[in-house]
């Protein structure tokens, strides 16, 4: 086959960002401005959330809410082994202690049932993650959560408002998904979106947290993300910006992670294009998913009657391997011109998480699911030929690092 070269996952931007950008610009308003919070609105409608606060990445959103939940010291925040980071730093960074559930046999997900083992008085929170696009079976994360709702023990303020521990959905790959035909945003009590650039939809750098109806004050806990956003400060630049309005005051010292109009304005358009580009990723999945049918693989189920994904990432798990043949995989790949990945090292393999005590021996699941996987590129600068050409790139592979025995 002829040489192609297929990057990972770039940006898919078009002239209508460009545009929207260039707009931002010519305004005068670069900053936290009307724009992002018209993308905050926009976001609402589309998740059909209650409220949307756009910030500068999904960790932040993250961070943000887990301190205005007034989650903290001896407390307890429960997330997967299986994961990024980002799903479990900010836990550390509100001085909480995190804990760590492997994903079930054969599964990207959280085991549900170890789920409920690991739930103590002093769990205040639990960090899902819809990884590869696909949401989690909410319906036995929430039934795991009640089983242990006798121990629930809120301590003031939004935590009152629930009677279980409260679920905050790591939403990072799953905008555009639905579970049971809710879309992703109003499923988990709160849910975090990653904007950046390698995702689907993409701000270049940035995110957002939603959250639905739980009989709190949802608008003084959206000022309170905003405090926390912008140094505790009780005016934005853009209500400082009336006449007369210079006056603020400093709530607290609080953090910088304020989305900015520029930023808004890409998603903006993104938002608009958005349907057009979650079908194309179907479409790719399916391709992939009827090329590789024949080859001894477990796939990232994005599609069934329950389960409409967003189609992030092409997960696929090589049955029965382990990391050397996943690695040589790789390199043959890249000879091939065709760049993929791998999601994700479990976090206890690790080293901050290794020096938090974690031990990869205690969640092997985690590290069969591991070993053996490896991403493909999945995004909407791909042709049907580059879809082609990766499938027949990677069975070329398969094949010659097995030895000839596919």
């Not at 609402?44 to 993250?62: G, H, I, R």
């Not at 980002?86 to 960074?93: F, K, V």
């Not at 804990?99 to 739930?119: F, Q, T």
Request: aromatic share 10%; hydrophobic share 40%.
């Amino acid at each position: 086959m002829q040489q192609r070269q297929v990057l990972f996952s770039p940006p898919d931007i078009s002239d209508a960002e460009i545009e929207e950008v260039t707009e931002a610009l010519r305004s005068g308003w670069i900053t936290t401005g009307p724009r992002t919070k018209r993308l905050e609105q926009e976001l609402t409608e589309f998740t059909q959330a209650q409220k949307t606060a756009c910030l500068n990445s999904a960790t932040a959103a993250l961070e943000c809410c887990l301190r205005a939940l007034g989650i903290g010291e001896g407390d307890e925040v429960i997330t997967s082994a299986y994961t990024y980071t980002a799903s479990c730093s900010p836990i550390c960074h509100v001085g909480a202690t995190p804990v760590l559930c492997d994903v079930a046999p054969g599964s990207w997900e959280m085991d549900y049932e170890k789920l409920a083992g690991l739930i103590t008085e002093r769990t205040k929170a639990i960090i899902p993650v819809d990884l590869g696009g696909r949401m989690c079976d909410y319906d036995k994360l929430f039934a795991a959560i009640e089983k242990k709702k006798d121990l629930w023990s809120p301590s003031e303020g939004v935590q009152e408002a629930f009677d279980r521990a409260i679920v905050v959905a790591d939403g990072a790959h799953s905008l555009g998904a639905t579970y049971h035909g809710k879309p992703a945003g109003s499923v988990a009590d709160f849910t975090t979106f990653s904007f950046h650039a390698v995702k689907n939809f993409t701000t270049a750098e940035g995110g957002a947290l939603t959250w639905r109806e739980h009989g709190f004050d949802s608008d003084e806990f959206y000022r309170q993300i905003m405090l926390l956003s912008l140094h505790g400060q009780t005016k934005d630049a853009l209500s400082k910006n009336k006449v007369g309005a210079w006056e603020y005051d400093i709530a607290f010292t609080g953090w910088k992670c304020n989305m900015t109009d520029i930023l808004a304005s890409i998603g903006l358009a993104q938002l608009k294009r958005y349907p057009g580009m979650l079908e194309r990723r179907r479409t790719m999945i399916g391709m992939y998913e009827k090329g590789l049918a024949d080859m001894d693989l477990t796939l990232l189920h994005h599609y069934d009657e329950n389960n409409c994904s967003s189609g992030h990432l092409m997960l696929v798990h090589m049955n029965g391997k382990d990391e050397a043949f996943r690695n040589a995989i790789i390199e043959h790949m890249a000879h091939a011109g065709v760049a993929t990945n791998v999601h994700y090292k479990p976090l206890p393999l690790l080293t901050a998480y290794k020096n938090l005590g974690f031990d990869i021996a205690d969640f092997p699941q985690a590290y069969v699911m591991y070993e053996s996987e490896i991403t493909l590129p999945l995004h909407t600068n791909l042709s049907d030929e580059d879809v082609e050409y990766v499938i027949e790139a990677f069975k070329n592979a398969y094949f010659a690092v097995s030895g000839g025995n596919a």
